[in-house]
């Protein structure tokens, strides 16, 4: 079965690899990689790494792509494991006629053509007529190396010199116009060249080759920048600029960075930020998150910070949200006013732009600031459209359980946000305000044995973890300082070594991790309903914010003198940095505090 390559590329690049393997391997993360026991020989410590086009065991040697472990992991022949992935990536085998065939070597010829022209821009640049171009390159604060990395070129200033140079070298006139690079005449007008008068920038595929080029005019002309047309080689929502340097890059541990234009790339990679690549012209598409996920499971995605700007981010959130999954997310940053990543490496240095990305938020933070843009909070009317919009938002997420994560982070945020006086009742001076009263907790009966009861809040503290893990980033450290002996103290020592490494706290992941290290008896233990029912603060459906505070009244009751410690640094990070986590976890913290004040619960559970 003779295929173009081609069309093998084409099928490597929208088939993730990590999807087709973990279906007959249980991959675990591995760094950037992935890493599980090799199906081709027996094994109990993992040498099969998965990377991000191909396959290697360490152990028996066996390596290959996609196809390859179809063929060796089913004993399916060339074209039936072709034939499943094609199927699974939406893709038509194409039929071997003469006319395909002569398609395959018109699209290679085309590569060779590219080159050409990437080659005669390239040395016009540093001849006479391209001066003002290189002088152009040099104040933008591009050294030779990286003019000399990119490929950067200059077109010449007039129409017809690529046609002739090329002539020189038998590439006819309908090859220049099928790859892009000149445009057909109307009526009697010849065809002419596409670019002149421009800055001439490669676009290269995700393999290095030369696909199509961008070009930017020096001068008060329009359009600034120019990108090749579609061809047989180049599809511009299928490609992102400097892809292939992106590449190794993040193999080499770069944070893979989306930002907008040409210069902004090539001056982050110069500043050492080689993970940055950007889409050509137009939004982001779902084939370029795509490939932007192969890249790295947590992309950041950089911003103007203008109204131009959060549109551009709510537009690829919401494009986003139906493809996100446990791994497989994004995180949002947000430039200075008036500032882009060129001129904000040129005027504060490489750590100006690494605070922008030390300051991204993953989406999931993003996504109600983004969707709250423009909403009227006074109007019943308004907020109960907002509500819906954001359980809407939620509801788009495949991953039924991040669906559920997203519509619990949603509603906290969007209680949290109602307008104070509605929120709060004044306490007396000094104190924290109160809450507003919701639905009771859900309390066992108190137990009489002092020994006995201490057990049991521990238990019911642990329980709740089990069902709540994504509480550790906020209770981990409480959490340690207890002292917790025999199977709660197993227990709690493994789930604070789970949530230290694990890539997103889900319940169901935990409960697993316990399973697979052998304490599936103390998980189920805990989550058992003797000797005393679970309180509500456990069970699966309860709200995040009554989950946490259940929490920490449960910890109060065995720890009373360190719970008034974590309620006064609460308010004294609330008093500097009043945003919506910090508040929601004092509320938390107070409901407790204030409850066990009161004595609204009693001595053996919340």
């Given at each position: 079965m003779a295929l173009p390559p081609g069309f093998?590329?084409?099928l490597r690049a929208r088939t993730p690899l990590q999807a087709v393997i973990g279906r007959r391997v249980r991959l675990t993360k591995s760094g950037r990689n992935w890493k599980g026991c090799c199906p081709f020989h027996g094994e109990k410590t993992p040498s099969f790494y998965v990377y991000e086009d191909h396959f290697h065991c360490f152990g028996c040697?066996?390596?290959?792509?996609?196809?390859?472990?179809v063929m060796q992991s089913q004993g399916a022949s060339f074209p039936e494991a072709v034939n499943q992935l094609a199927a699974e990536a939406g893709l038509d085998v194409p039929k071997p006629t003469p006319q395909a065939a002569e398609a395959e070597r018109r699209r290679l010829d085309l590569h060779g053509v590219l080159e050409a022209a990437a080659a005669a821009y390239r040395r016009r640049l540093f001849l006479p007529e391209g001066a003002r171009a290189l002088a152009y390159l040099r104040g933008r604060g591009l050294s030779e190396e990286t003019i000399a990395a990119f490929g950067l070129g200059w077109s010449g200033e007039g129409r017809g010199a690529l046609a002739a140079e090329l002539a020189r070298e038998e590439v006819p006139q309908a090859m220049l116009l099928a790859a892009g690079l000149m445009r057909p005449g109307d009526g009697d007008r010849p065809a002419y060249d596409l670019f002149f008068n421009r800055v001439m920038f490669p676009i290269r595929d995700r393999q290095g080759r030369t696909i199509s080029f961008g070009g930017r005019i020096l001068g008060d002309g329009q359009p600034k920048y120019v990108n090749g047309p579609e061809t047989d080689v180049f599809?511009?929502?299928?490609t992102l600029f400097a892809l292939d340097r992106a590449r190794e890059g993040a193999r080499g541990g770069a944070a893979v960075t989306v930002v907008e234009g040409y210069m902004d790339v090539i001056a982050l990679h110069q500043a050492g930020f080689t993970g940055a690549v950007a889409p050509l012209g137009t939004a982001l598409t779902e084939e370029q998150l795509t490939l932007l996920w192969r890249l790295s499971p947590m992309p950041t995605l950089c911003f103007d910070g203008d109204g131009a700007g959060a549109r551009a981010a709510a537009r690829t959130v919401e494009l986003a949200l139906p493809h996100l999954t446990p791994g497989q997310s994004l995180r949002l940053a947000t430039l200075p006013a008036g500032e882009d990543p060129d001129s904000l490496v040129r005027r504060n240095g490489p750590a100006g732009f690494q605070a922008v990305l030390d300051a991204a938020r993953p989406i999931g933070e993003a996504l109600f600031d983004l969707m709250h843009e423009?909403?009227?909070?006074?109007?019943?009317?308004?907020?109960?459209?907002?509500?819906?919009?954001?359980m809407e938002a939620a509801a788009r997420i495949a991953d039924k359980g991040l669906s559920a994560e997203y519509r619990s982070l949603l509603m906290d945020r969007f209680y949290a946000s109602r307008p104070r006086p509605a929120r709060f009742e004044q306490g007396r001076r000094g104190e924290a305000p109160k809450p507003r009263g919701g639905r009771p907790l859900s309390v066992p009966r108190p137990v009489p044995q002092p020994a006995v009861a201490a057990a049991e809040r521990a238990r019911q503290l642990v329980a709740i973890l089990l069902r709540h893990p994504r509480l550790l980033h906020d209770v981990?450290?409480?959490?340690?300082?207890?002292?917790?002996?025999?199977?709660?103290?197993?227990?709690?020592?493994?789930?604070?070594q789970w949530g230290s490494a694990a890539?997103?706290?889900?319940?169901?992941?935990?409960?697993?991790?316990?399973?697979?290290?052998?304490?599936?008896?103390?998980?189920?233990q805990a989550l058992s309903a003797v000797p005393q029912p679970l309180t509500g603060c456990a069970a699966p459906d309860a709200m995040p914010a009554e989950a946490e505070a259940g929490w920490w009244h449960f910890f109060g009751?065995?720890?009373?003198?360190?719970?008034?410690?974590?309620?006064?640094?609460?308010?004294?990070?609330?008093?500097?940095?009043?945003?919506?986590?910090?508040?929601?976890?004092?509320?938390?913290?107070?409901?407790?505090?204030?409850?066990?004040?009161?004595?609204d619960m009693d001595s053996g559970g919340a």
């Open positions: 093998l590329d084409e040697g066996v390596h290959g792509d996609a196809v390859s472990f599809s511009k929502r299928r423009g909403v009227n909070d006074v109007s019943p009317e308004s907020r109960a459209a907002f509500r819906t919009r954001l981990e450290e409480a959490f340690g300082s207890l002292a917790l002996s025999g199977w709660l103290g197993r227990l709690r020592d493994a789930i604070l890539d997103h706290l889900d319940s169901e992941a935990l409960i697993t991790h316990l399973h697979a290290i052998g304490l599936a008896a103390e998980a189920a009751l065995m720890n009373p003198v360190r719970l008034e410690e974590e309620v006064a640094v609460a308010m004294a990070e609330f008093a500097r940095h009043a945003d919506s986590a910090v508040e929601r976890r004092l509320i938390a913290l107070c409901a407790a505090r204030n409850a066990l004040r009161q004595g």
